[in-house]
């Protein structure tokens, strides 16, 4: 069936520097894709969409790039901080959202 | 309230006994979801509501699963007849939108971690 899912299943970063956190899918009938934040006995927390018809959005020290050409979605947290440590999913729309696997992010004092 | 509540939040059942999963969603929300998530994975479809109807129940896994939203607020997962398989943290969602898509997403409530023994 359809899915999404990331390349690497953990990621360990310096504090200060910038992460970068990649993801394909394969549903190219998506209308949206979706980063969510999951720490540890929370639920997935929205960071960031984007709709399909779009290459780049950015939020607060966000930036969400969609590449429809090789279903490439990546996040990229600018000046990653240890509030940022969490597992991060990407998630595609189409009538239900569909989950990928999980990255788990690091952030090194 | 100002988020989707779900209780309880641990639940410890033994295999063979029924549990309910209550979730209450955000007021005025018209769609409501659940999701399973085991242990390092993401979360996994189960069924959608929009408002009192079901409109989705491809993700159940078997029929000892049953959820319902009998006045398309609250909504409980039912399962009968626990199996350690069984065991994950159970997640809703609630969205505004009709159809259950649109920007956003959907906004989760923190779960129900199941555990059977």
């Given at each position: 069936g359809e899915s999404v899912g990331l390349h690497l299943p953990t990621l360990s970063v310096q504090e200060g520097d910038n992460s970068i956190i990649?993801?394909?899918?394969?549903?190219?009938?998506?209308?949206?894709?979706?980063?969510?934040?999951?720490?540890?006995?929370?639920?997935?927390?929205?960071?960031i969409d984007i709709r399909s018809n779009m290459d780049k959005r950015q939020g607060q020290r966000v930036t969400v790039l969609l590449n429809k050409t090789v279903k490439h979605l990546s996040l990229q947290i600018a000046a990653t901080q240890p509030g940022d440590s969490a597992v991060y999913f990407c998630a595609e729309n189409y009538s239900k959202l569909t989950f990928g696997?999980?990255?788990?992010l690091s952030v090194r004092p | 309230g100002a988020g989707v509540s779900q209780s309880p939040r641990y639940k410890v059942a033994k295999r063979g006994q029924d549990v309910a999963l209550r979730c209450d969603p955000i007021s005025g929300h018209v769609s409501l979801f659940w999701y399973q998530q085991?242990?390092?994975?993401?979360?996994?479809?189960?069924?959608?509501?929009q408002n009192e109807a079901q409109l989705d129940k491809s993700g159940l896994p078997s029929d000892r699963f049953f959820a319902e939203r009998p006045e398309g607020?609250?909504?409980?997962?039912k399962i009968q007849r626990t199996q350690?398989?069984?065991s994950a943290?159970?997640?809703?969602?609630?969205?505004?939108?009709?159809?259950?898509t649109g920007p956003r997403g959907y906004t989760f409530g923190s779960g129900t971690r199941l555990t059977v023994v």
């Open positions: 990649n993801c394909a899918y394969s549903n190219s009938a998506s209308d949206y894709f979706i980063w969510y934040k999951q720490e540890s006995g929370k639920g997935p927390q929205f960071i696997k999980g990255i788990t | 085991a242990l390092g994975q993401g979360p996994e479809f189960l069924t959608y509501f607020s609250v909504s409980t997962l350690q398989e069984d943290v159970y997640l809703c969602a609630s969205s505004p939108s009709s159809r259950g």
